[in-house]
């Protein structure tokens, strides 16, 4: 069973940039699809960005397009978040999920524990 681990993360200012690293471990993780997640307090979990396994196809929600960058190294089983112009609305618990399938659905992937983001405005 692969674990995830989660870091990077943080408190910054509007504006500012993180970027969250996401390290698979108990197997290669190079065939499986991965994706960010967060969940803000009171909120329902949402999906942030997903990547398919080869990193060829990327997907965004609208609210982080042009701002956020996912990518993943298959050699080092590690998936990345770049944040730039941050908000005070992105302010969650980031959770790194990885799945078999591609996709945007919650119930497709597996979690890690997650990072808290807290950006200030």
């Known amino acids: 069973q692969v674990q995830l681990v989660e870091s990077g993360g943080g408190l910054v200012q509007a504006g500012g940039s993180l970027r969250l690293s996401c390290a698979a471990s108990?197997?290669?993780?190079?065939?499986?699809?991965m994706g960010w997640f967060r969940q803000a307090p009171g909120k329902e979990r949402e999906v942030v960005a997903a990547i398919n396994w080869s990193g060829g196809s990327t997907y965004y929600r609208n609210t982080v397009k042009g701002r956020f960058t996912i990518s993943r190294d298959n050699a080092k089983n590690t998936m990345y978040l770049q944040m730039n112009s941050l908000k005070p609305e992105d302010t969650a618990v980031y959770y790194c999920?990885?799945?078999?399938?591609?996709?945007?659905?919650?119930?497709?992937?597996?979690w890690g524990q997650g990072t808290q983001v807290t950006v200030s405005s």
């Open positions: 108990g197997r290669t993780f190079s065939s499986d699809a």
């Open positions: 999920a990885i799945g078999r399938t591609y996709s945007t659905v919650l119930s497709d992937y597996n």
